[in-house]
C-alpha cells in the first residue's frame, strides 16, 4: 500500500468496496453527472494511498486528472490548491481564471459566468477528476473556489475527490456543510485493516507460512493501521525477521531512572542495597525505555502475549520495531494538527490510565478538543481503549520530545495523579520518570514499592525504593525506607535484606522503629542465625513500658519465637510488663487479629496437642485471609495448626488454594514457604511423591542462604521423602549440604534432626537413629513442644532400640507416647501399637499389628501404612498364616503404586526385591539366553510372554509395578529382545515355569 513517507510496499488491502464507490462515481461523471467524493480516516488509514491509486486507475481508462495536495506551510497562499488544479499554461487554465473571479472575499465577479462557461466547453472532451487531497489545509481562496464548483458540478462531467482527517483537523463545520448538504456529495470513511487484512498486506513479503503466524502480533502492535504495519514490516524485513533485539537504554528523566540493580553515582546505600541484590541472584534487565524514550536506532520487543505465543509456537520469531516503525508514528503525529501530537504525546505519557479529562489537563487542551482527537484515533487503530495502543507507539512518540518537556509533562502527570487519588504504583512510574519535590512523593514511591511487590512487579518496587532513599532526608524518614526496604527484598528472597540488618538492630534497639516494624525486626534477626541480636531489639520492643500498643506485637512476636526459635524469647522474658498467663488459663489475645490468633493457636497445639476448638478457629482464619493481604508468617501458623492438630486434609485443602492464589509467582517468601509446609503436609499423608516435589520447589522459590535457619524443614520433608521412595544415597546427599549452626536451636531442626534419625536407620545405623532421636526428644521437653502428633520421637527412638535389640527400653517409650496429648490420635496410636506388638509375644501381636493397620488407613499416611502391613505380614507367615501373609503383602503393594515409596517397599519386603538387581548383564560366567534368568525374572517373564500387563503381573506375583518394569527391562537386556511380542516369539516351546533345584539359575526344560 503507498504510504505518505515510503513506496516499498504498494499493496491496496481491504479497499475494494471504497475503490468501487469512486469507479462508479467516476462513470456517473462520464455520463454527465458530476459529483463529490469526501474521504475521511483517522491519521495513517491511507486516504492518500487510496486517492493514489484511484487516480492511476481514472488516469488509465482515459480521465483527465487534475490532482492537488493541501500543505500547512502554503494555507496563507491565495489560490495555492487552485493552481495545482488548474496550471496556467495547462489544457484547463480556464478553471485558473475561473477561481480568481469566485475566490476573492468580496464575492463572485461578474466575470464569472463567462470563465465557467468557457470551462464547461474545455471538459466536454474527457470527464474530469478533480482531487485535492489534505483538503483542510487548503487556502481560503481555493475553498470559496471550490464550493462554487461543487455547486455546479451536478450536471458537468466532473468528479471531485477530497481528502481529510478526522478529527479537529478537519474542513471547518461551515464548508463541511456546504458540501455535505449537495445531493451528489457522498462521505466515505476509511477504516484500519482487519487481522485477515494484516496477513493479506504482509504475505507478499514474508510468505504466507510466515505472514499467517506473525498476522496476529503484527495486528496487535499496530492495530490495523496501514501507516503502522509499513513501518513495522519494514523493520521486520530490515533485521532478518524473528531476531529479538532489547533496548539497551532508556531516558526517563534526568539521571533519575535507573535499571535494575543501578544506583545513581554517589549513592552508597543504593550500592549497598544492588550488591545484596546481585549477590542474592534475583537481578532482572529492565527493557529500557519503560518510562521514557529511546534512541532511533535501537529495538524494541513486541509485548503483545498473543503474538509472542503464536510466534513461538510457529518457530517464527517475533516482530520488531525500529526506526521504520518510529518514523511511521512520526508522520501521524506531527503531520496534522499541532493539537494531534500535543495529545499523543500526553497520552504516551500517561499509558493505560489515559482518559481524556486527564490528558486535556495534562497537556493544557480542551476537553471537548480531546475527545475529538482521540476518536479520530481510536478510529485509525492507534487505541485500545483510552490508551495508545500498546508501549511501542508511545515509546516512539517520546523518543523525539526534549528532555525538559518529557520531564516536565511527567511531573505535571505525578501531580495530577496524585490530586485524583490514583494508585500509588501508577504515580511513582513519572516519579521515577522525573522526581517531584514534594511532601507526598516520599509515601508515594513506598507505598508503591509494596504494592508492586505484592503484584509480582519486583524491579519496579526496588526502582521505587531506591528513589525514595532519595528523598529521606530526617532520621523517621530514613527509618520509613529502611523498613520498606527490608520489607520488600524479605517478600522476594530474605537473602537480600542482609546487608541492612545492622542498620535494622540499630534502629530497634534505640526506638526508632515502630512496634510492628520492631516486632518485624526480631522475626529476621532471627530468621538469619542472629539470635542475640534479636533478644537484644525483644528485650528494646518489651521496654517500651508507656506504650501500651506495643504490647499486641510484643505478645505476636514472642508467641512466634516461643514455637520457631525458642532460645530466644526466654533471653528476653521479665524485661517489660508482660505477665505469662496462668497455667490453663485461656490466652489473653492482646489484638483481634490473625496474627494474634494465628501464633496463638500454633504455640498451643505444640505444647497442648490437637483440639477441635484450635482447628475451627485455624480454619476461621484461613477462610478470612486474602492471600495477597496477609502475611506469610500468618499463613504458616494456620496451616501447622491444622497439620500438627492431625487435619492434614484440610491443612492440604488451604495450602493448595493459597498456592494457587500464588500461582503467578513461582519464586519468593511466601511461595518457599508455603511449599514447605505443603510438603509437610504430604509427608504426614503419605504422599511421598508430592513431598519431594513440593520440599524442591520451596528450596527453588528463594536462595539457599534466604531460607536461614528455617531451611531444616523443606530439606527435612526432602530427606525423609527420598529416603521413603527411593535410593538412600539421594537422601545422604541432602543431608550432606551445609546448614547453619543455629538451625539445631530451632523447630525447623527438630524436624530436620529426626529426618536425618529415620535416613539412619534405612542405612543400619541404629546407634546413629538413637542419639539423633533422643536429641529431638530432649530439645522438644525443655521448648516445650513434646506432643507426638508434631514430633513422635518415641515411637521412632523405640524402633531405634528394636534395631539395637533393646526390646525393654523399647516398650516404655511407645507407652509414653500413647499417653502423651494427641498419642491417642489415629496416625499416633497406630504407630505406637505398631511398635507395641515388636514388644509383645506372637499371640497379641497380630491383633495390635491389626489395629494399627486400621488406624493408619483411616488417617490416610501410606507411609507409616507400609511399615505397619510388613510387621503383620511377617506376623501372619510366623502364626501359620501364609495366605493372609500374601494378602497383607497385596495390600502393601497398591498402597506403594499410590504413594511412590518404592524405596521403602523393597526394604520391607525383601523377598520381592529383583536377585542381583546392581549386578551388571553379561557376566562371563552367566549361562546365554533363558539360563540367565534369576529365578524371579523366570516369573516374572512367564507372565509377560502369556500376554498379561505389568499391573496385572504384580498382582499375581505381589509385587509393584516398578519392580515388575526393573524385571523386564534386564529380560530384555539378557534376552537381547525389544518388546514383548519378541519375548513371546524367542521363548515358544519353552516350559517357562521351570527351575533348576540346585541354583535356581539352570536351562529351562523343554516341553514336548
Known amino acids: 500500500m503507498v504510504l505518505e513517507y515510503s513506496g516499498e510496499f504498494s499493496d491496496i488491502v481491504e479497499r475494494g468496496e471504497e475503490m468501487s464507490v469512486l469507479t462508479r462515481a467516476l462513470t456517473h461523471a462520464a455520463h454527465g453527472e458530476g459529483g463529490v467524493v469526501l474521504v475521511d480516516s483517522g491519521p495513517g488509514v491511507g486516504r492518500t494511498a487510496l486517492l493514489t491509486a484511484f487516480l492511476r486507475r481514472a488516469a488509465a481508462s482515459g480521465a483527465v486528472v487534475c490532482a492537488a495536495t493541501g500543505a500547512s506551510a502554503e494555507t496563507g497562499s491565495d489560490f495555492g490548491i487552485a493552481g495545482q488544479l488548474f496550471p496556467s499554461g495547462g489544457p484547463l487554465a480556464a478553471g485558473l481564471r475561473l477561481a480568481h473571479a469566485t475566490g476573492h472575499s468580496g464575492g463572485v465577479r461578474p466575470e464569472s459566468g463567462a470563465h465557467w462557461e468557457e470551462l464547461c466547453r474545455e471538459l466536454r472532451w474527457a470527464p474530469v477528476v478533480l482531487a485535492v487531497d489534505d483538503v483542510q489545509l487548503a487556502d481560503t481562496a481555493s475553498l470559496r473556489f471550490l464550493l462554487y464548483l461543487v455547486r455546479r458540478l451536478r450536471a458537468a462531467p466532473v468528479l471531485m475527490v477530497l481528502t481529510e482527517p478526522t478529527g479537529p483537523g478537519a474542513l471547518p463545520p461551515t464548508v463541511q456543510a456546504e458540501l455535505l448538504r449537495q445531493p451528489h456529495c457522498r462521505r466515505l470513511g476509511l477504516r484500519p485493516l482487519s487481522a485477515e487484512g494484516v496477513a493479506r498486506m504482509i504475505a507478499p513479503h514474508l510468505g504466507h507460512g510466515e505472514a499467517a503466524q506473525l498476522a496476529t502480533g503484527f495486528h496487535a502492535v499496530t492495530g490495523g493501521n496501514p501507516l503502522l504495519l509499513t513501518g513495522l514490516l519494514t523493520d521486520h524485513r530490515t533485521t532478518g525477521g524473528g531476531q529479538r533485539y532489547d533496548a539497551a537504554d532508556g531516558t526517563a528523566g534526568e539521571g533519575h531512572r535507573h535499571g535494575a540493580g543501578e544506583w545513581a553515582a554517589g549513592d552508597e546505600e543504593g550500592?549497598?542495597?544492588?550488591?545484596?541484590?546481585r549477590a542474592a541472584g534475583d537481578r532482572q534487565r529492565y527493557h529500557a525505555g519503560r518510562d521514557g524514550a529511546v534512541g532511533g536506532g535501537q529495538r524494541y520487543e513486541v509485548a503483545g502475549p498473543a503474538a509472542g505465543e503464536r510466534c513461538r509456537g510457529g518457530g517464527v520469531g517475533l516482530p520488531v520495531a525500529g526506526a521504520a516503525f518510529a518514523h511511521a508514528v512520526l508522520v501521524w503525529a506531527y503531520r496534522g494538527q499541532p493539537v494531534l501530537a500535543d495529545v499523543a504525546c500526553g497520552l504516551a505519557v500517561l499509558g493505560s490510565g489515559a482518559t481524556p479529562a486527564l490528558v486535556a489537563c495534562l497537556v493544557d487542551r480542551g476537553a471537548d478538543e480531546v475527545a475529538r482527537v482521540m476518536t479520530a484515533l481510536d478510529t485509525a487503530g492507534l487505541l485500545d481503549g483510552t490508551a495508545l495502543r500498546g508501549e511501542l507507539v508511545g515509546r516512539a512518540l517520546l523518543e523525539h520530545v526534549d528532555a525538559p518537556t518529557r520531564g516536565h509533562l511527567h511531573q505535571r502527570a505525578a501531580r495530577l495523579l496524585h490530586d485524583d487519588g490514583a494508585r500509588p504504583a501508577d504515580i511513582a512510574r513519572h516519579l521515577l520518570a522525573a522526581p517531584v519535590d514534594a511532601p507526598w512523593a516520599l509515601r508515594t514511591l513506598l507505598a508503591a514499592a509494596e504494592q508492586a511487590v505484592r503484584e509480582g512487579r519486583r524491579e519496579f518496587g526496588l526502582d521505587c525504593l531506591r528513589l525514595a532513599g532519595r528523598y529521606a532526608n530526617t532520621g523517621t524518614d530514613r527509618a520509613a525506607v529502611l523498613t520498606a526496604r527490608v520489607r520488600t527484598g524479605w517478600e522476594i528472597d530474605p537473602r537480600l535484606i542482609g546487608?541492612?540488618?545492622?542498620?535494622?538492630?540499630?534502629?530497634?534497639?534505640?526506638?526508632?522503629?515502630?512496634?510492628?516494624?520492631?516486632?518485624?525486626?526480631?522475626?529476621?534477626?532471627?530468621?538469619?542465625?542472629?539470635?542475640?541480636?534479636?533478644?537484644?531489639?525483644?528485650?528494646?520492643?518489651?521496654?517500651r513500658t508507656g506504650d501500651t500498643a506495643a504490647q499486641p506485637e510484643l505478645h505476636v512476636v514472642r508467641q512466634w519465637l516461643r514455637h520457631t526459635c525458642p532460645t530466644v524469647a526466654p533471653a528476653a522474658e521479665g524485661t517489660g510488663p508482660h505477665t505469662p498467663a496462668a497455667p490453663?488459663?485461656?490466652?489473653?489475645?492482646?489484638?483481634?487479629?490473625?496474627?494474634?490468633y494465628a501464633v496463638e493457636l500454633?504455640?498451643?497445639t505444640l505444647g497442648d496437642g490437637p483440639a477441635d476448638h484450635t482447628v475451627a478457629t485455624a480454619e476461621e482464619i484461613l477462610r478470612g485471609c486474602r492471600f495477597e493481604e496477609t502475611a506469610v508468617e500468618v499463613l504458616e501458623a494456620a496451616l501447622l495448626a491444622l497439620a500438627y492438630g492431625e487435619r492434614p486434609d484440610r491443612a492440604l485443602h488451604h495450602c493448595d488454594a493459597l498456592l494457587a492464589r500464588a500461582g503467578g509467582r513461582p519464586a519468593g517468601t511466601a511461595t518457599a514457604i508455603l511449599s514447605g509446609v505443603r510438603a509437610e503436609v504430604a509427608l504426614r499423608q503419605g504422599a511421598v511423591s508430592d513431598a519431594e516435589r513440593y520440599a524442591t520447589r520451596a528450596l527453588g522459590a528463594i536462595s539457599r542462604a534466604g531460607w536461614g535457619v528455617a531451611?531444616?524443614?523443606?530439606?527435612?520433608?526432602?530427606?525423609?521423602?527420598?529416603?521413603?521412595?527411593?535410593?538412600?544415597?539421594?537422601?545422604?546427599?541432602?543431608?550432606?549440604?551445609?546448614?547453619?549452626?543455629?538451625?539445631?536451636?530451632?523447630?525447623?531442626?527438630?524436624?530436620?534432626?529426626?529426618?536425618?534419625?529415620?535416613?539412619?536407620?534405612?542405612?543400619?545405623?541404629?546407634?546413629?537413629?538413637?542419639?539423633d532421636f533422643l536429641t529431638c526428644g530432649a530439645l522438644a521437653r525443655d521448648w516445650g513442644m513434646d506432643v507426638p502428633t508434631f514430633l513422635p520421637w518415641r515411637t521412632s527412638a523405640a524402633q531405634a532400640h528394636l534395631a539395637l535389640g533393646n526390646v525393654g527400653q523399647a516398650r516404655p517409650l511407645a507407652r509414653e507416647q500413647l499417653a502423651r496429648p494427641g498419642g491417642g490420635t489415629p496416625r499416633c496410636r497406630g504407630v505406637s501399637l505398631r511398635v507395641l506388638a515388636a514388644t509383645s509375644d506372637l499371640t497379641r501381636r497380630s491383633a495390635l499389628l491389626h489395629e494399627s493397620v486400621n488406624l493408619l488407613e483411616s488417617c490416610g499416611d501410606h507411609v507409616e501404612l507400609l511399615h505397619s502391613l510388613a510387621a503383620h505380614s511377617q506376623a501372619l507367615h510366623e502364626l501359620g498364616a501364609p495366605a493372609k501373609a500374601r494378602m497383607a503383602a497385596r495390600h502393601a503393594r497398591t498402597v506403594t503404586d499410590d504413594c511412590g515409596a518404592d524405596g521403602l517397599f523393597r526394604r520391607l519386603f525383601k523377598d520381592e526385591v529383583p536377585e542381583a538387581a546392581d549386578e551388571p548383564a553379561g557376566l562371563p560366567d552367566d549361562p546365554p539366553g533363558p539360563a540367565s534368568l534369576t529365578a524371579a525374572e523366570r516369573r516374572v517373564t512367564a507372565l509377560a510372554a502369556l500376554g498379561h500387563s505389568n499391573r496385572e503381573i504384580g498382582r499375581k506375583l505381589f509385587i509393584t509395578k516398578s519392580t515388575v518394569e526393573q524385571h523386564l527391562t534386564r529380560v530384555y537386556r539378557k534376552l537381547g529382545v525389544r518388546s514383548r511380542a519378541d519375548l513371546g516369539d524367542l521363548l515358544a516351546g519353552v516350559n517357562l515355569t521351570g527351575q533348576n533345584q540346585g541354583t535356581g539359575r539352570g536351562p529351562l526344560a523343554a516341553t514336548g
Request: charged content about 20%; aromatic content about 6%; overall charge neutral.
Open 584 to 596: 490453663g488459663a485461656a490466652p489473653r489475645l492482646r489484638r483481634l487479629s490473625p496474627a494474634s
Open 711 to 771: 531451611v531444616g524443614s523443606p530439606l527435612a520433608a526432602l530427606v525423609r521423602a527420598a529416603t521413603v521412595s527411593g535410593p538412600t544415597d539421594v537422601a545422604g546427599a541432602h543431608l550432606n549440604q551445609d546448614v547453619p549452626e543455629g538451625m539445631f536451636r530451632t523447630r525447623h531442626g527438630l524436624l530436620y534432626l529426626h529426618a536425618r534419625g529415620h535416613y539412619h536407620l534405612a542405612v543400619d545405623r541404629p546407634a546413629a537413629a538413637l542419639d
Open 271 to 277: 550500592q549497598r542495597y544492588h550488591d545484596a541484590e
Open 499 to 543: 546487608p541492612w540488618l545492622d542498620e535494622l538492630r540499630a534502629a530497634a534497639t534505640q526506638g526508632r522503629l515502630d512496634d510492628a516494624d520492631a516486632a518485624a525486626a526480631v522475626r529476621h534477626l532471627a530468621w538469619q542465625d542472629r539470635f542475640t541480636e534479636a533478644a537484644d531489639c525483644l528485650t528494646a520492643l518489651a521496654g
Open 602 to 604: 500454633l504455640g498451643r
